[in-house]
């Protein structure tokens, strides 16, 4: 696989959209997130995102994340996808996260604080913004 | 006589502060329901929205809590999605604030693990919480657990008082096990 087609999966009620853009070489997902089975939903996008990692090394890649809740087992997929692109960047990628979070929200914003201690290699960003997704 | 003792029956949930009270299969499907249910009740008595987070995010633990553990379950196909476990699933609101009910029956080696679980989170402060959901964020899921390990975090996270749970002794040495969590 080349990875040079967009990914996207559409949003529903409860799992996000996803898009990944080869050609600003940037990572969205946006939404809620509960999913009737969290590793067979995330799945595919990690793989996906870990195909695109490898096939095509070079320049800032960004992930730019919007969630308006997620449950604990998504949390823990999210997790695993963050510490993927943790180990891309350790191998030479240069990553970006930005989390946006509503600032009245201090779930979303704790839960950015937290997954932010994890980064040593990338870039972890916490951004407030008016309006999520 | 059939509308008077379903009269009644109505005025038990009420007496007990019930919004709605399901009993029976709880599916995924059931859980999308419900929690817009939820949602329009919050949104009928303008919940604040931090508090509308907070109760969205107990409930689909609780629930999906039941749709895992529970010991009475039938599956439609192999697929994880269409499984229907036993249960009950209630939401009230009481002195101010939403309450979350949920009810399934488990094994007794289950229940007295789970028991244990929650002894041990009944005695953690907020902070104390978030640290110990971090780690567990972190660690690979325990075994027969969905990723849900940490669910039983997330609710004490969320709740405002100690979480409420009990356990009843039915049949064949099995338990029905009781959460209540109030935000």
Redesign the interface.
């Known amino acids: 696989m080349t990875y040079d087609a967009p990914y996207t999966v559409e949003a529903t009620?409860?799992s996000p959209e996803i898009h990944l853009d080869p050609t600003s070489r940037t990572l969205g997902i946006s939404g809620e997130s509960?999913p009737?089975?969290?590793?067979?939903f995330y799945g595919p996008v990690f793989q996906e995102v870990k195909g695109f990692l490898n096939a095509r090394k070079g320049e800032l890649f960004t992930a730019n994340i919007r969630f308006v809740?997620f449950?604990?087992?998504s949390?823990?997929?999210i997790?695993n996808l963050f510490q993927m692109l943790e180990e891309a960047a350790e191998g030479g990628h240069s990553i970006v996260i930005n989390w946006y979070y509503d600032p009245?929200?201090?779930?979303m914003e704790?839960m950015g604080e937290?997954f932010a201690?994890?980064f040593e290699h990338a870039t972890f960003n916490l951004t407030p913004e008016g309006t999520v997704a | 006589m059939l509308a008077q003792d379903i009269y009644n029956f109505r005025e038990e949930l009420s007496t007990r502060n019930t919004l709605f009270a399901y009993s029976g299969m709880v599916s995924?499907n059931l859980l999308?329901s419900l929690g817009s249910a939820v949602k329009q009740q919050m949104e009928l008595k303008n919940a604040d929205?931090?508090v509308a987070?907070?109760v969205?995010?107990v409930f689909?633990?609780q629930v999906?809590n039941v749709i895992r553990y529970s010991d009475e379950k039938h599956w439609l196909s192999d697929t994880?999605?269409d499984r229907l476990s036993s249960g009950v699933v209630a939401f009230g609101h009481e002195n101010d604030r939403f309450f979350v009910i949920c009810g399934n029956p488990l094994p007794a080696a289950e229940a007295a693990k789970l028991s244990e679980r929650l002894q041990l989170i009944s005695t953690m402060d907020e902070d104390t919480l978030?640290k110990y959901?971090?780690t567990k964020?972190?660690e690979d899921?325990e075994e027969q657990s969905?990723?849900?390990s940490?669910?039983l975090?997330?609710i004490a996270r969320?709740a405002t008082e100690p979480l409420e749970f009990d356990f009843y002794d039915i049949d064949d040495g099995r338990k029905f096990f009781v959460l209540k969590a109030f935000v």
Do not use: C, W
Request: zero cysteines; glycine letters at 8%; proline letters at 4%.
């Open positions: 009620p409860r509960y009737e089975d969290a590793s067979a809740y449950n604990s087992s949390a823990k997929a997790m009245d929200d201090d779930m704790e937290d201690e994890d | 995924e999308h929205g931090k987070r907070r969205f995010s689909v633990e999906q994880i999605t978030r959901y971090r964020l972190r899921p969905e990723g849900g940490i669910g975090l997330e969320r």
